[in-house]
């Protein structure tokens, strides 16, 4: 059964634009959220993360906001730049110590010059 | 620079024929993940060392085991690979309560 889900497979944004990608979860236990960035080729690349505690982070032009109430969360990219293209996975861990993560399928963001 | 290395990066082998893929870092961390991802799946949690504890998910197959000899090594083996087996195998590591730290995979394929 899959606890965390990213519905949207793939998303296209214009250079310069602002890139949403969603995430939901089923999992109320979860206390900290993820996104991993992945080029072709190689692992998933830590990018930013959430505490339940919080609503947003914010790292440069990466915002990740959460609301616990409806179980999403969204990575925002802004402004949206051609190396951002990459699949990024959603992951969530419930604070048992083995931090045990689990994914969503992923997004493939394209970013367009 | 510190880092998690998987060797090979693509391996090839035989229906039944054991197959072992190693995992190696850098980075000090007490904590050595085992996931397997197939095409547009999630990466799916095998089993995970913690410091010497190992920990293995409910529905990891008997198939599956593993070996962690010291802190900077991790090895997946598989006893008898079926063609459901082939697919991404991707090592991690972590810090207890830390984001985890991927290594490049190992594509897996089974003739």
């Known amino acids: 059964d899959q606890q965390v889900k990213q519905n949207s497979p793939s998303l296209s944004v214009q250079e310069g634009r602002i890139s949403i990608l969603n995430c939901d979860y089923t999992?109320?236990?979860f206390d900290y959220f993820l996104w991993y960035?992945?080029?072709p080729a190689e692992g998933p690349t830590f990018l930013i993360s959430i505490s339940s505690i919080k609503d947003k982070n914010e790292d440069g032009r990466f915002t990740v906001f959460l609301n616990k109430s409806a179980k999403h969360l969204s990575l925002h990219i802004v402004p949206s730049q051609p190396g951002d293209s990459a699949v990024y996975f959603c992951a969530a861990w419930a604070?048992?110590?083995?931090n045990n993560l689990f994914?969503?399928?992923?997004?493939?963001l394209t970013v367009i010059p | 620079d510190a880092?998690?290395?998987q060797n090979p990066r693509y391996q090839v082998t035989q229906f039944g024929k054991p197959v072992t893929l190693s995992c190696s870092q850098t980075l000090n961390h007490n904590v050595m993940y085992w996931y397997q991802q197939k095409s547009s799946q999630a990466?799916?949690?095998?089993f995970h060392y913690y410091d010497k504890d190992f920990n293995n998910e409910a529905d990891t197959p008997d198939n599956f085991q593993s070996r962690r000899p010291n802190t900077s090594f991790c090895f997946l083996d598989i006893r008898s690979p079926g063609l459901g087996d082939a697919a991404m195998y991707l090592c991690a590591t972590s810090k207890s309560n830390q984001p985890q730290h991927f290594g490049d995979g190992t594509r897996l394929s089974i003739l």
Request: proline fraction near 4%; hydrophobic fraction near 35%; glycine fraction near 14%.
């Open chain 2, 3 to 5: 880092m998690v290395i």
């Open chain 1, 37 to 39: 960035k992945k080029y």
């Open chain 1, 103 to 108: 994914f969503g399928t992923g997004t493939r």
């Open chain 1, 95 to 98: 604070n048992t110590g083995a």
């Open chain 2, 43 to 46: 990466p799916k949690l095998l």
């Open chain 1, 27 to 29: 999992n109320s236990m």
